[in-house]
């Protein structure tokens, strides 16, 4: 299995106040292609912040984290930005959609930054929306769908730019558990199917030992065990 | 992200708040329009001065006094801002006395209209006579227009009647304001009638049983009313007739009567009779406009004074420019104040959609496209603010002509366009909408575009 995803001895410090928090204090890592891998920890872990230096919305402290032999940590904003569009989607617990758009519009949006075609990413839209069960939601607002319809809209707009590693920050934090195994079953349809690589950050170890292939446990930003579920 | 898309965004953000974006564009809008309104009277009023001072085809006239007796007409000028004839006059003369100032009599009319670029010489005559229509007798005064001023100035219009047909006969053309005075029912009924003038004039001969002095006696001229003037030709000092002229006749016909007159001031009673005549103030008709200057500059060194037209435009375009500054100055506070309300308007949707940003950045969207968004936003409220504010402007000028104009009307005169708005300053108006607006909006783009994508999704 060719990795796809390293990260060495990466750190990620900040100031709060007067106290220095050691968010991530040197995590290596190794993901490989096709994997589906869960960050479990408590809150304060540091499995957050380790989501979001993947997904290319902070910038490290120390150490190096490469995704397709690409260094993350010395990219550019404007690198950063291409990295967020085409190599990873991102679903988030509060699925994070723009009320003010519909559910298609939400999904075409990805695609617009990335510079495709009206007509084209429309359609793509639809098609995404129609495979997760949502054909009559297409022209819905957020406000007037479910959780578990307002996560698949995210899974979808995650999706448009084909990338091919998803990030989930506790995509079943706000659903009930019927709907919550809904939403682990499609991502664990779009792992099998599609090999998409797939990293879940949950504090729910069952839920990780049920879907992910791999559990990364993580407390007080270092790795304290690494193992097959 | 094309640029269509950005601008699909934008509009949609700015429909999320129409209430908002209304009130800010209304501002922008007003601002755009006081400061197109401004300059717009400005260029109005000028528009006006110099078209009227163009009309009265005064451009081409210098007028001529004897050096130092330039008096009222300098202070004229001098009080209109540019001081271009301080210390060019006088000097020359009446100074030291070393030479004495040339006199302007025939033999120096026939001088002046020797040199090149002159067209025609006619000293400015004006005299204080009775006018006498039927019932109707008052001081007037009476003034001698060329034959050359057929068709130019105030002889573009007659209310009635013509322009003399010859330069000796017994003619006279009134203003219609002196008209109505003697027939205020029916002024066009005078033409074809007899006027007679009456003025003091000198005996031919004098009296044996004087020593000094000479016998005044009452002189007295028909001639027949054959025009009337509609606008006054009056006005200006220099080349026009000056003001409240009351009846005018042909320069040859002017020039006997101005011989045999008599004022009642010691010099012209203590002139001996074998004296040349001079005359008070020359005017002077150049070929081509242009030369004025030249033919000023050439006279001066004759020894004569010189005025012309020009200095007066030239000092009052440049207080026009002064003007326009100001009026551009006031009307830039408004523009300066609804600018700072697309700042505002900004910065609280920027706010309201921190959670927005954030997201649109954590599925992609990086720092230009964000700035883009937001620029463009404001770039539209400049656009339609300067639409409006121009259409604002225009429709307030509309209606301030409208209200000048009934003004004016009501005090006799022609109507005039007070708000002038050329196809430059409509242009100008929307650019000027859209530049500060991209200036107002660039803090708050550059500012949307910096958020950080994790504190901004924290944001609720």
Same mark, same amino acid.
């Given at each position: 299995m060719p990795t796809l995803l390293e990260t060495q001895n990466l750190k990620k410090h900040y100031r709060m106040g007067e106290t220095l928090v050691r968010a991530l204090d040197g995590v290596s890592i190794s993901v490989g292609e096709g994997e589906f891998l869960a960050l479990l920890?408590?809150?304060?872990?540091g499995k957050s912040t380790l989501l979001n230096l993947i997904a290319g919305l902070d910038h490290p402290t120390d150490g190096s984290l490469r995704i397709d032999g690409n260094d %993350?940590? $010395? @990219?550019s904003n404007e690198d950063l930005g291409r990295h967020r569009r085409q190599s990873v989607g991102i679903i988030f617990q509060s699925f994070?959609? %723009?009320? $003010? @758009?519909?559910a298609l519009d939400n999904v075409t949006l990805s695609m617009m930054f990335a510079g495709v075609t009206r007509v084209e990413r429309e359609q793509r839209a639809a098609v995404l929306l129609e495979s997760m069960g949502l054909a009559g939601r297409l022209r819905h607002r957020p406000s007037q769908l479910s959780g578990g319809e307002q996560q698949r809209v995210a899974i979808s707009r995650a999706l448009a730019n084909r990338p091919r590693l998803l990030l989930a920050d506790?995509?079943?934090?706000?659903?009930?558990s019927r709907t919550s195994h809904e939403i682990m079953e499609v991502l664990k349809g779009l792992n099998e199917r599609e090999g998409k690589t797939i990293i879940l950050v949950t504090h729910d170890a069952n839920l990780a030992a049920q879907y992910a292939h791999r559990t990364v446990v993580l407390m007080d930003g270092v790795v304290k065990t690494d193992s097959p579920s | 992200m094309t640029f269509r898309d950005t601008i699909g965004l934008a509009l949609r953000n700015l429909r999320q708040a129409k209430l908002r974006t209304a009130l800010t564009t209304l501002g922008v809008s007003i601002g755009i329009a006081s400061l197109a309104g401004m300059v717009s009277l400005g260029v109005g009023l000028q528009e006006q001065v110099v078209g009227r001072l163009l009309q009265s085809g005064v451009f081409d006239a210098v007028t001529v006094v004897?050096?130092?007796?330039l008096g009222g007409a300098a202070q004229f000028l001098n009080g209109r801002g540019?001081?271009?004839?301080?210390?060019?006059?006088?000097?020359?003369?009446?100074?030291?006395?070393s030479t004495p100032a040339p006199k302007l009599d025939e033999q120096a009319l026939k001088q002046i209209a020797?040199?090149?670029?002159?067209?025609e010489v006619y000293p400015n005559i004006r005299v204080p006579v009775q006018l006498k229509v039927g019932d109707f007798s008052r001081q007037v005064a009476l003034v001698g227009v060329p034959?050359?001023?057929?068709?130019e100035g105030a002889f573009q219009?007659?209310?009635f009647g013509a322009f003399?047909?010859?330069?000796?006969?017994h003619d006279c053309m009134l203003s219609l304001n002196m008209a109505k005075q003697i027939a205020?029912?029916?002024?066009?009924?005078?033409?074809g009638k007899t006027a007679t003038l009456t003025y003091p004039a000198r005996a031919k001969e004098k009296p044996?049983?004087?020593?000094i002095g000479f016998d005044v006696h009452p002189a007295e001229l028909q001639c027949r009313i054959v025009g009337i003037v509609e606008?006054?030709?009056?006005?200006?000092p220099f080349g026009g007739l000056g003001p409240n002229v009351g009846v005018m006749i042909p320069m040859g016909l002017a020039k006997t009567i101005d011989a045999e007159i008599v004022f009642p001031d010691l010099q012209s009673l203590l002139r001996e009779p074998s004296q040349s005549k001079t005359y008070g103030a020359v005017t002077v008709k150049v070929k081509?406009?242009?030369s004025t200057q030249d033919v000023e500059d050439r006279l001066r060194r004759m020894g004569f004074g010189a005025l012309s037209v020009n200095d007066a435009l030239r000092g009052a375009k440049s207080a026009f420019i002064l003007f326009d500054i100001v009026q551009g100055l006031v009307g830039s506070i408004a523009l300066v104040v609804s600018s700072l309300g697309i700042v505002n308007t900004m910065v609280m949707s920027i706010l309201e959609r921190t959670r927005e940003i954030g997201i649109m950045k954590a599925i992609g969207a990086d720092n230009e496209h964000i700035r883009r968004i937001f620029l463009i936003e404001a770039s539209v409220i400049g656009v339609i603010g300067g639409l409006l504010g121009v259409a604002m402007g225009w429709i307030v000028g509309r209606a301030i002509n409208f209200g000048a104009n009934l003004y004016i009307q009501s005090q006799g005169g022609t109507p005039a366009t007070v708000f002038s708005m050329p196809v430059w300053l409509i242009s100008a108006a929307i650019a000027l909408g859209v530049i500060v607006s991209l200036l107002a909006g660039s803090y708050p783009a550059s500012r949307a575009a910096k958020l950080d994508p994790i504190q901004a999704l924290r944001h609720d």
């Open positions: 920890g408590t809150s304060g872990s %993350i940590a $010395t @990219m994070n959609l %723009i009320s $003010t @758009m519909t506790e995509p079943t934090g706000n659903l009930d | 004897q050096a130092g007796e540019r001081g271009g004839l301080r210390g060019e006059f006088g000097g020359r003369g009446n100074g030291s006395g020797a040199m090149d670029e002159v067209r034959m050359s001023s057929k068709g219009t007659f209310s003399f047909t010859s330069d000796t006969d205020e029912q029916a002024p066009a009924g005078l033409v044996a049983d004087l020593a606008r006054d030709p009056g006005g200006l081509q406009a242009k």
